[in-house]
């Protein structure tokens, strides 16, 4: 099967069909989208070599499976069930863990891939399948609100009006929160107000201007030093940035303010899938564009333009 191949550069090769392990079934792709994780992985990133990709929907196609023929989008974490994290109901957090396009798991920018059943969630035939695409970024923002409880008096500083950020800006919305949503590129400031999100571009704050709650979705190796600068003493930083490059961020006003800071990665699929089915979070004018498999490669070079948004690829 043809697959995007990445090995310090990006190509196209062909490669054999991958075959289910004992739990798995075979997805055949049928949309796939480029996140900014993907983008890093080809400046360095987790090291990785092979197939990227890990934003899809797809088809079951292993005969006799109760899911055969359903459409479906599948977890990104593979997990072994038995080691401690597991045991304690933290999957995502197995230590001999998988992760699909990002460490050790063949990722969906090809035809084919095997994940486990458990991973998978039928997507309901209200749901357009290029938006299906959209549940496993919609869930990383949920996720957000998942682990932290943020009261509806306290004020959200959103950094980055991406793709992420915008998604996280709309489940923000949703839950009533004060938030405010910063970006450096004026062009994505005015995109994000035409959405109805509260945005200004990050040169606007005054000087006193705090937030109890900052989170990091700039996709920048700066990103965290500014959301640090940002928060109320006792405030609580949210990373949902990686990066290839990291950068040195001083400690010290962490111990000096008592500050928090919470990772937060991937969230919960049926909630998103609820968002999406309910339109309560509409990504319709987040997607910048729809290249065919066979232009996959111009599509990462138009991925890469900061003011591209979600690139999603028709297999």
Do not use: W
């Amino acid at each position: 099967m043809l697959a995007l191949f990445f090995e310090g550069g990006l190509t196209l090769k062909e490669i054999p069909v991958p075959e289910p392990s004992r739990g798995e079934v075979l997805v055949r792709i049928l949309y796939s989208a480029i996140c900014n994780t993907d983008l890093e992985i080809i400046k360095g990133y987790m090291s990785f070599t092979g197939v990227p990709g890990h934003e899809f929907v797809g088809q079951v196609i292993t005969p006799g499976h109760a899911l055969t023929g359903r459409n479906v989008v599948g977890e990104i974490n593979c997990s072994c069930g038995h080691c401690y994290m597991c045991r304690i109901g933290r999957p995502t957090h197995c230590f001999s863990r998988t992760v699909v396009g990002i460490a050790g798991h063949q990722g969906v920018f090809t035809e084919y891939i095997c994940l486990p059943e458990g991973n998978l969630h039928i997507v309901p035939d209200s749901i357009p399948l290029p938006l299906a695409v959209f549940t496993e970024p919609l869930a990383a923002a949920a996720e957000i609100f998942e682990q932290l409880h943020i009261r509806p008096t306290e004020k959200v500083f959103i950094l980055g009006a991406g793709k992420l950020g915008l998604l996280a800006a709309m489940v923000a919305r949703l839950n009533g929160l004060d938030y405010t949503s910063f970006d450096t590129i004026a062009e994505k400031v005015d995109f994000a107000v035409r959405l109805g999100i509260n945005a200004r571009h990050l040169s606007s704050l005054e000087p006193d201007e705090k937030a109890g709650v900052c989170i990091d979705c700039s996709g920048s190796r700066d990103g965290a030093g500014i959301a640090l600068s940002l928060l109320y003493p006792r405030g609580t930083l949210v990373l949902k940035t990686t990066v290839a490059e990291t950068a040195k961020t001083d400690l010290n006003c962490i111990v000096v303010n008592e500050l928090t800071v919470m990772g937060s990665r991937c969230g919960p699929f049926r909630p998103a899938l609820n968002l999406l089915e309910r339109k309560l979070a509409d990504p319709r004018p987040l997607i910048s564009g729809v290249f065919p498999f066979s232009d996959i490669l111009k599509a990462f070079e138009t991925a890469m333009n900061p003011l591209s948004l979600k690139i999603i690829i028709k297999h």
